[in-house]
């Protein structure tokens, strides 16, 4: 088998202790996208294993801004690429949907996100979320001297919610990352856990909380791994509600706790702690019901029996979509006329290419360098067409001083605060045949009432001045890990790069607090 994500490195990762060790061989090969995320690399490291293995799926868990996937197939058609969507509640709209466009399966653990994607034409396979009994399984209870504890890290809803249990007088343990940040929790932070000190925590507690929050938004929840795990760990769990739990078969005061807010929480805490058996009939009913419906073996079971026997089987609704290109005279690009999904006409901006518009799926100017190609387009329009949208927003890369940088248009930003947009270079925005024959490339007096999809990851480089660079870098430069960055700028001596990264992150949070 071939696995491709982020973190594969670490055998305490949820991917590598759950689906790697479920369905793995022995003779697998790992590619962590942290360590290698160049396309030449990982397409090479493939072509070496498949010389002594004779492989048919590679699994690949999708992650942020690489791009292999997009020249894939064409490198191993042989090769069947099912793309795991971890955290499509809250990464769909922005970057799953334009990744299933160039999976042969493409799997999603949100049901209500089935329809959407239908809709699109194109077809998910729901995979719910599962465990593996071999890496959480139970121990022995004698000793349950914890009360309520949490496994994960500090941020959001997950933050309020503790905090409220230790103003209320309950005796909880956190372990995790970022706990020890705040004054008043550290005290009740009990560290970092490797696998097995988790699997003693959880048999040490009598309530183990489980917070299903994605996200520092509240209203982004559904069950996550934690939730089986749990379970596959004969452990009692009390948990925040999601609609997900019926998908699951798991019923409050059943085979599960569930608590609606803050008071619920709390008031079930008190009752299950005093209240044993109770505590130990629920955490046997959930075990019995994940080891027979919810292992990870089960789910790629039915994943790889749906592509023995069916091909790549949806057309996305932007087939042989009609895509104007309008650009200046002498301007570098990589787009081809030439492409059975797209009907690509380009024109000089010199002339009357306003009669095209309107006929025009989508339309885009090049009024400077890039390596847009039609890859670039092919998504583009997939988010024009899904969304409806007047325009739609591609993150890119630009250069400064021999130096890579992602300019990232986060829409949650960008969003309360729309001006920002006006400072983009044309060739990562193209707009609605429509709006174009309406308004022109118009962006200032319009923006605010604009339909606007955005694409959460790059594909391609602008070529722009060291001003505009710098000005966009000041705004919208994704830097990676920056205080990583910084200290090795430091140790390497390399004041005027620490300074320059120093001035961009503070200038990013100045702005970002004044919205």
């Not at 994607?117 to 071999?134: H, I, Q, R, T």
């Not at 400064?400 to 990562?428: F, H, N, Q, S, T």
């Amino acid at each position: 088998m071939i696995f491709i994500g982020a973190e594969l490195s670490d055998p305490h990762a949820h991917f590598v202790t759950n689906i790697i060790a479920s369905i793995g061989t022995g003779e697998d090969l790992i590619i962590d996208l942290l360590n290698i995320n160049d396309s030449e690399m990982i397409f090479a490291k493939i072509t070496s294993h498949l010389h002594n293995h004779d492989e048919q799926f590679v699994i690949y868990n999708a992650y942020t801004d690489e791009d292999f996937f997009l020249t894939f197939k064409e490198q191993f058609p042989k090769l069947r690429l099912i793309t795991v969507f971890s955290d499509d509640e809250w990464r769909h709209t922005n970057y799953d949907r334009y990744l299933a466009l160039y999976s042969d399966i493409f799997t999603i653990a949100v049901k209500n996100n089935l329809q959407i994607y239908e809709d699109y034409g194109l077809s998910p396979f729901y995979m719910k979320w599962a465990c593996n009994p071999d890496m959480f399984y139970p121990l022995a209870k004698e000793h349950q001297d914890i009360d309520v504890s949490f496994i994960g890290a500090a941020y959001g809803q997950r933050i309020k919610y503790i905090r409220f249990l230790i103003k209320s007088g309950i005796k909880v343990n956190v372990f995790g990352r970022g706990w020890d940040k705040y004054a008043d929790i550290r005290s009740y932070w009990g560290g970092y856990l490797t696998h097995k000190e988790m699997l003693v925590v959880i048999a040490r507690s009598k309530i183990n909380l489980n917070f299903l929050w994605t996200s520092a938004d509240k209203e982004r929840c559904t069950v996550k791994g934690r939730t089986l795990e749990l379970a596959a760990s004969k452990a009692f769990q009390l948990s925040n509600f999601t609609d997900e739990f019926i998908n699951y078969g798991f019923i409050n005061g059943e085979n599960i706790a569930l608590f609606e807010q803050q008071q619920s929480m709390l008031e079930k805490i008190r009752y299950y702690l005093q209240h044993n058996n109770e505590r130990e009939v629920i955490a046997l009913r959930a075990y019995e019901h994940v080891l027979k419906h919810h292992t990870w073996k089960h789910r790629f079971y039915e994943v790889f029996r749906c592509l023995e026997n069916n091909g790549r089987a949806f057309s996305p609704i932007h087939h042989r979509s009609k895509i104007l290109v309008i650009a200046d005279r002498g301007i570098q690009h990589h787009i081809n006329t030439k492409d059975d999904r797209l009907d690509i006409k380009i024109v000089d901006s010199a002339s009357d290419w306003k009669k095209d518009a309107v006929e025009m799926d989508g339309a885009i100017y090049l009024d400077c360098d890039s390596t847009l190609d039609n890859e670039g387009l092919y998504m583009m329009v997939f988010g024009l067409l899904a969304d409806k949208s007047d325009m739609v927003v591609a993150n890119f890369y630009t250069n400064g001083y021999g130096e890579r940088y992602w300019i990232r248009i986060v829409d949650r930003i960008v969003e309360k605060k729309r001006l920002l947009l006006c400072m983009l270079p044309a060739p990562c925005l193209m707009f609605s045949g429509q709006y174009l024959s309406k308004n022109g490339f118009e962006l200032i007096s319009r923006v605010h009432q604009m339909n606007i999809s955005y694409i959460e990851y790059p594909s391609f480089e602008i070529s722009l001045s060291y001003y505009q660079s710098r000005r966009l870098r000041l705004y919208f430069a994704y830097h990676g890990d920056s205080r990583m960055n910084f200290i090795t700028y430091l140790y390497g001596l390399k004041f005027l790069k620490a300074l320059s990264l120093g001035v961009d992150k503070i200038f990013q949070k100045l702005q970002i607090d004044n919205l």
